[in-house]
C-alpha cells in the first residue's frame, strides 16, 4: 500500500530562519509529486508540483523553492522565513489522470 | 477570477438536519474532487470525479457538468460531520487542482 508521510507535523521558526519541510512517498514509483499551503482561514493554493527526478514547475510565487532530490521525496524550503509564510502545507501524490491523495500536512508559525 | 466558488462559506446546523453544499466552476470541468478538512487540516477525499449522482454512507454528490456546478448533500448531520467541505477542480492530466474557499460546517449537539 502506497503511504505519504509529511515531516516535521509542525514547526515554530523566526523572521528570516532557513526552512526545509519534508514529504516522502513509499509504495509507488514515479509519481506527480505536489505541495500545496493554506494561509489561516484562506483558501488552499498549489505552490509546485514535479512529475520527475529533478524536475519541479513552480506554480505560485511566494519566496519559497522545492526539489526533487530522489523519486520518492519532496522538499519545500527558504533561505528566509517571512511572515506571510506562516500557514499549513500539504504534500500529495498521483499518478497522471488519478485523484491526489494527501498527506497529513506541516503546521507553521512564523513569529 | 475565481475558478472554483462554495456557497455557503459558512452553514450551522442542529444535529440529524440535512446539509446541501455548492460547488460552481467558471472553466471547463476536467475532474473535480470533494474533499473533507478536518480542524488539524489534513484532507479527506469523499468524492473524485462525480458525474451525475453518486452515493457514499449519508454523502450524496451531484455534479452537472455542462453546467458547471456540484453540490454534495449530507444527511442526517452528525456532530463529527463538523470541519471545513472542499471542492477542488483539476486541469488536464491533473496536475493541477484548484480549490473553493470552501464551506464551513457546524453541527451542533
Known amino acids: 500500500a502506497q503511504t505519504i508521510h509529511q515531516w516535521p507535523v509542525a514547526e515554530i521558526k523566526a523572521v528570516g530562519s532557513p526552512l526545509s519541510l519534508g514529504c516522502t512517498i513509499k509504495?509507488?514509483?514515479?509519481?506527480?509529486l505536489y505541495w500545496y499551503w493554506q494561509a489561516t482561514g484562506g483558501t488552499l493554493q498549489q505552490l509546485f508540483y514535479?512529475?520527475?527526478?529533478?524536475?519541479v514547475e513552480s506554480v505560485v510565487q511566494l519566496n519559497l523553492s522545492a526539489s526533487r532530490p530522489k523519486d520518492d521525496q519532496f522538499i519545500l524550503s527558504t533561505e528566509k522565513l517571512l511572515l506571510s509564510h506562516s500557514g499549513f502545507y500539504l504534500c500529495?501524490?498521483?499518478?497522471?489522470?488519478?485523484?491526489?491523495?494527501f498527506g497529513e500536512g506541516t503546521r507553521l508559525s512564523v513569529l | 477570477g475565481q475558478q472554483v466558488q462554495q456557497s455557503p462559506a459558512s452553514l450551522v446546523l442542529q444535529e440529524g438536519e440535512n446539509a446541501e453544499l455548492q460547488c460552481n466552476f467558471s472553466?471547463?470541468?476536467?475532474?473535480m474532487q470533494w474533499f473533507y478538512q478536518r480542524p488539524g487540516g489534513s484532507l479527506v477525499s469523499l468524492f473524485y470525479?462525480?458525474?451525475g449522482t453518486k452515493h457514499s454512507g449519508r454523502l450524496t454528490s451531484t455534479t452537472v457538468i455542462k453546467e458547471r456546478r456540484s453540490s454534495l448533500h449530507i444527511s442526517s448531520s452528525q456532530t463529527t460531520d463538523s470541519g471545513t467541505y472542499l471542492c477542488?477542480?483539476?486541469?488536464?492530466?491533473?496536475?493541477?487542482?484548484?480549490f473553493g474557499g470552501g464551506t464551513r460546517l457546524t453541527v451542533r449537539p
Open positions: 514535479s512529475i520527475t527526478v529533478g524536475q
Open positions: 472553466t471547463s470541468l476536467n475532474s
Open positions: 470525479n462525480p458525474s
Open positions: 509504495g509507488k514509483s514515479s509519481p506527480n
Open positions: 500529495a501524490w498521483s499518478l497522471t489522470n488519478q485523484a491526489p491523495l
Open positions: 477542488a477542480l483539476a486541469n488536464n492530466a491533473g496536475a493541477k487542482l484548484t
